[in-house]
């Protein structure tokens, strides 16, 4: 049985092992699970080494996708998840959508049906069986619609590396629905996952009037999915968290993705710049990371935006009214975010595996660690900017 105070006791000790071996981390005087460190506009950042207090839940996906061969399987395997349980779109939630939102996903499904080798159904399907039905889902509209999601997974495939599925961000409505609030609602409710245990990490509000709360689920195979729910203001109707959810529907703004590695009989985290590297060789270009002065606990970058140039001209007059640059923004229609999360060492990794009642195995792919498990506000402001 999971208990908070070994969650505590555990991030006291890995905190200890940290401040051993770091020079540009300290320990917060006032928060003994909290380190410190100072950004590059001398801000001071924490960062809470708590273990998420969730307990491990069945990967509910497996069933749907394990037999998965071909492309028309994937498709098919889809929609039996989507129809599985209760998702944003079956809220009775009055929040307006633009029909333009079903045919996009309409489209994504038909160039897939179309497009997608059998071998790439394949990869997706063996990727997301581990996941439970809504990640799944969201992973899946997702990799379809992003052709840097897909060869990550390809040239990951080629380099002996594991790629983590590290969180989603799902652009819902306007605070003045109380957008993001219902669709909590629905996940905690239906789909078991927990907000965040540590004080302010249960809910984010950024000046340029951006919100979200953080969600988090342990699976029964050790994988810690995290959640990301965006809404905007209602004193921001500029904001573009509102406009993404009224053309785009539900689907993710971006999928953030990790890559690591077995070195010596430890996981080690593919470090951020060596993906991107990767990612270039492919065509695929990355805009400016953040997180250097984390020390490597975590570090973030999003590609380049998948663009949407079919957005209906009425959309694009009703947004030009409001703010002359939002038409253009509105068709930054999915991206791809590449996280480096530093991961424990084996020991530490065990003794994080059994607070869950789960047992470490080293070269299990699912068994990543990170030293540091959360979002970090003042990264998640700067990489919104920077897909805009």
């Known amino acids: 049985m999971l208990h908070n105070e070994s969650c505590i006791a555990f991030a006291h000790n890995i905190m200890a092992d940290i401040l051993r071996h770091e020079q540009g981390l300290k320990p917060d005087p006032a928060e003994p699970c909290k380190l410190l460190v100072t950004n590059?506009?001398?801000?001071?950042?924490?960062?809470?080494?708590?273990?998420?207090?969730?307990?491990?839940?069945?990967?509910?996906?497996?069933?749907?996708?394990?037999?998965?061969?071909?492309?028309l399987q994937l498709l098919d395997a889809y929609t039996q998840t989507r129809g599985a349980c209760r998702f944003e779109?079956?809220?009775?939630?009055?929040?307006?959508?633009?029909?333009?939102?079903?045919?996009?996903?309409?489209?994504?499904?038909?160039?897939?049906?179309?497009?997608?080798?059998?071998?790439?159904?394949?990869?997706?399907?063996?990727?997301?069986?581990?996941?439970?039905v809504y990640a799944a889902v969201k992973a899946v509209e997702s990799l379809l619609n992003s052709h840097a999601d897909l060869a990550l997974l390809r040239l990951a495939?080629?380099?002996?590396?594991?790629?983590?599925?590290?969180?989603?961000?799902?652009?819902?409505?306007?605070?003045?629905?109380?957008?993001?609030?219902?669709?909590?609602?629905?996940?905690?409710t239906e789909h078991g996952y927990v907000a965040s245990q540590v004080c302010?990490?249960?809910?984010?509000?950024?000046?340029?009037?951006?919100?979200?709360?953080?969600?988090?689920?342990?699976?029964?195979?050790?994988?810690?999915?995290?959640?990301?729910?965006?809404?905007?203001?209602?004193?921001?109707?500029?904001?573009?968290?509102?406009h993404?959810?009224?053309?785009?529907?539900?689907?993710?703004?971006?999928?953030a993705l990790r890559a690591t590695r077995q070195i010596h009989g430890e996981r080690q985290a593919v470090p951020l710049a060596e993906v991107m590297a990767a990612l270039a060789?492919?065509?695929?270009?990355?805009?400016?990371?953040?997180?250097n002065y984390t020390q490597g606990l975590l570090l973030q970058v999003f590609t380049r935006p998948e663009r949407n140039q079919q957005i209906p001209d009425d959309i694009k007059q009703m947004l030009i009214q409001i703010d002359a640059k939002l038409p253009r923004a509105i068709e930054n229609g999915k991206l791809l975010e590449i996280v480096s999360r530093r991961e424990m060492r084996a020991a530490h990794a065990r003794q994080w595996f059994?607070?869950?009642?789960?047992?470490?195995?080293?070269?299990?792919?699912?068994?990543?660690?990170?030293?540091?498990?959360?979002?970090?506000?003042?990264?998640?402001?700067?990489?919104?900017?920077?897909?805009?």
């Not at 497009?115 to 997706?124: G, K, Q, T, V, Y």
């Not at 080629?158 to 983590?164: D, F, K, L, N």
């Not at 009642?357 to 920077?386: C, D, M, R, W």
């Open 40 to 71: 590059e506009n001398g801000d001071e950042v924490s960062l809470d080494l708590t273990p998420v207090y969730a307990m491990p839940q069945p990967s509910t996906a497996q069933g749907y996708f394990e037999k998965v061969c071909t492309t």
């Open 89 to 132: 779109d079956d809220l009775e939630t009055g929040i307006p959508v633009h029909p333009f939102a079903h045919t996009f996903i309409t489209d994504i499904l038909a160039r897939a049906h179309t497009h997608l080798s059998d071998d790439d159904a394949r990869c997706i399907a063996q990727w997301v069986k581990h996941f439970d």
């Open 157 to 188: 495939a080629a380099r002996g590396w594991t790629v983590h599925f590290d969180h989603i961000a799902i652009r819902c409505g306007s605070s003045r629905e109380r957008a993001a609030e219902r669709v909590v609602e629905l996940l905690i």
């Open 200 to 242: 302010g990490e249960d809910f984010y509000s950024f000046p340029d009037g951006w919100n979200a709360y953080p969600l988090y689920k342990v699976l029964a195979n050790g994988q810690l999915l995290r959640l990301f729910i965006d809404q905007s203001d209602e004193t921001q109707p500029a904001q573009i968290i509102q």
């Open 244 to 255: 993404w959810h009224y053309v785009y529907g539900y689907t993710a703004h971006h999928m």
């Open 281 to 291: 060789e492919h065509g695929i270009e990355s805009m400016t990371p953040t997180g």
């Open 354 to 388: 059994m607070l869950y009642g789960l047992e470490y195995q080293p070269h299990n792919p699912l068994h990543s660690a990170p030293v540091y498990g959360y979002f970090l506000p003042a990264q998640a402001a700067h990489v919104i900017k920077t897909s805009i």
